[in-house]
C-alpha cells in the first residue's frame, strides 16, 4: 500500500485535508479525507464511501449517495475531527458498465438487488479490507461509523477495529430513489436512524459476559 503526500482541500463542506493510496503498484487509486488529528485518538467519526460517479459526481436522484456523501463531510467537519475513506468501488462493486445495465434492468420492473443477479452478480461485490489497513496506518483507537449498512460494521471488526458507535445517515427519499432506498433496508439489511448501535456493534468480550 502506497500513500501519496498530503494536501489541502478547501471544500464547500469545511476545510480538509487530502491524501491518496494505491493498494499495490499500478493498481487501483483511492482517496482518503481528513479533518483533524485522529492519530491515538478514540471514536473517531469514520465515513467509508464507495465512488458512484451517477450520483457523486453527476448528482443522480437514483440513488442517496452525493447525499450520504455531503452530509458525512459536513458531520465530519462540525466534529472538527474524522476522515472519509472513497473507495473506487463502482456499482456496489460491479463496474460502471455493469452498474448502467442494472440501471436499464431496473427500469424494466427489477429492484437493484434482482438487476445484480440478471447480470450474474451477488447482492454487493464491496470489499473493505483496504479500509480496514488504512485506518490501522492511521493509529485510531476506534471509530464512530457513519453508515446504515451493517456490512460495514462487521467488516471493520473483523479486521480488528473497533466500532465504538454508529452515527446514521438520515436522507430524505425522492420519487427517483424510494424503491431503492427500501430495497436497502429490505433486502441487504441496511439500517434506520431509529435502530440503536447496540443491537448491531459487536460486544467486546467483557461486556458479553455482563450481557448474556
Known amino acids: 500500500m502506497r500513500f501519496s503526500e498530503q494536501a489541502n482541500l478547501p471544500t464547500r463542506f469545511g476545510n480538509f485535508r487530502v491524501q491518496a ?31 458512484c460517479m451517477t450520483g457523486d459526481v453527476m448528482g443522480s436522484l437514483r440513488c442517496d449517495c452525493r447525499d450520504q456523501l455531503e452530509k ?64 490501522k496506518c492511521l493509529g485510531v483507537n476506534s471509530v464512530a461509523l457513519i453508515t446504515n449498512n451493517p456490512e460495514k460494521i462487521d467488516a471493520l471488526s473483523r479486521g480488528g ?20 432506498l427500501k430495497t436497502k433496508r429490505s433486502k441487504l439489511g441496511h439500517l434506520s436512524a431509529e435502530e440503536t448501535e447496540e443491537e448491531h456493534l459487536p460486544l467486546a468480550s467483557s461486556e458479553k459476559g455482563r450481557k448474556a
Open 72 to 135: 458525512a463531510l459536513r458531520l465530519i467537519d462540525e466534529e472538527g475531527a474524522g476522515i472519509l475513506i472513497y473507495l473506487r468501488q463502482e456499482g456496489r462493486g460491479i463496474g460502471l458498465m455493469n452498474k448502467i445495465q442494472a440501471y436499464s434492468l431496473q427500469e424494466r420492473g427489477y429492484d437493484t438487488v434482482e438487476a445484480n443477479h440478471r447480470l450474474g452478480f451477488e447482492d454487493d461485490l464491496r470489499d473493505y479490507d483496504l479500509a480496514v489497513r488504512i485506518l
Open 21 to 51: 493510496v494505491q493498494e499495490e503498484a499500478g493498481g487501483e487509486e483511492h482517496l482518503m479525507i481528513l479533518r483533524g488529528e485522529v492519530r491515538g485518538k478514540g471514536e473517531v467519526p469514520v465515513r467509508i464511501h464507495s465512488e
Open 161 to 180: 477495529i473497533r466500532v465504538a458507535r454508529r452515527i446514521p445517515l438520515v436522507v430524505s427519499p425522492n420519487r427517483f430513489n424510494a424503491v431503492y
